[in-house]
């Protein structure tokens, strides 16, 4: 869009390149936001800003942002750095909170305010996880499934597809379970003293393993009821176990009572 905007801008022929326009950068990102897409809508706006604004001293033609506004009849959102850090606070606080009506009046106004709808949905993947996680695994399908419809779609039409992830994670359970499970992990692992791997863990797939015992006294889960066995898997120095603790929400309880059967103590 801002392409085909500069090129009538330049163009001696078929655009202003003779009459000395110049267009500030935010004029500029303004009108490719506004038209949504629209080439044809983007260049009658501009049509319009050569044709209303008067001529300068020095005989040319400054579109400036709010010359722009006028033009496409459309305000632009003002966002400094700082505006944009609190906006998105409050969408990614409002994810958590669940709260969709929040949600997607601070998507709608980050989006509205030229924000790259990619940071947008970067953010609801990781609310998919951080603040979701097992209690509804769909949602982080949702939200990486709103990223490709980005890449393909484009937008406009791909705001429908980050709204309807942005309610997804909204309206799920809610659970930090994988958040907390994955900081103990790491945790543990940035305080060093690594011991070898458990005899039984190690790789057996070359020739001559049997001769350092590698493998030896596996148990392999599948033949044994249920499909599972108690063994040691955890690194021997692993201290913060468990790691990973299920809550009561949405499919995580299940997890739990799985969890429980099998004698795991949270």
């Not at 500030?24 to 490719?32: K, S």
């Not at 709010?66 to 305000?75: H, L």
């Not at 030229?114 to 970067?122: E, H, Y």
């Not at 309206?171 to 103990?184: G, I």
Request: negative net charge; aromatic residues 6%; hydrophobic residues 40%.
């Amino acid at each position: 869009m801002e392409t085909a905007i500069l090129r009538a801008v330049k163009d001696e022929e078929r655009g202003y390149g003779r009459q000395n326009v110049t267009i500030d950068e935010d004029a500029l990102h303004h009108i490719a936001q506004v038209a949504g897409g629209d080439v044809r809508s983007a260049l009658n706006a501009l049509e319009l800003a050569v044709l209303t604004t008067p001529v300068g001293a020095d005989g040319g033609v400054h579109i400036t942002r709010e010359v722009a506004e006028e033009s496409i009849q459309k305000r632009v959102l003002r966002c400094d750095e700082s505006m944009f850090y609190d906006m998105l606070s409050a969408f990614c606080k409002s994810l958590r909170g669940s709260d969709s009506d929040a949600a997607l009046a601070w998507f709608a106004r980050m989006i509205y305010a030229g924000v790259d709808p990619r940071v947008i949905v970067r953010r609801v993947i990781a609310h998919a996880s951080e603040d979701v996680g097992l209690a509804n695994p769909t949602a982080m399908l949702q939200a990486v499934a709103a990223a490709q419809a980005l890449e393909f779609n484009g937008m406009p039409e791909a705001r429908l597809s980050i709204a309807q992830a942005i309610i997804a994670v909204c309206e799920s359970p809610k659970s930090n379970s994988v958040a907390v499970a994955v900081d103990r992990a790491m945790e543990d692992a940035e305080k060093g003293g690594f011991q070898p791997v458990p005899i039984h863990l190690r790789d057996t797939h070359y020739a001559g393993h049997e001769k350092i015992g590698s493998g030896a006294g596996y148990k392999y889960p599948h033949d044994y009821p249920g499909h599972y066995v108690k063994q040691q898997y955890a690194p021997v120095e692993a201290r913060g176990l468990p790691y990973y603790v299920p809550s009561d929400q949405g499919q995580e309880e299940r997890l739990r009572e799985r969890r429980k059967a099998r004698g795991i103590e949270d």
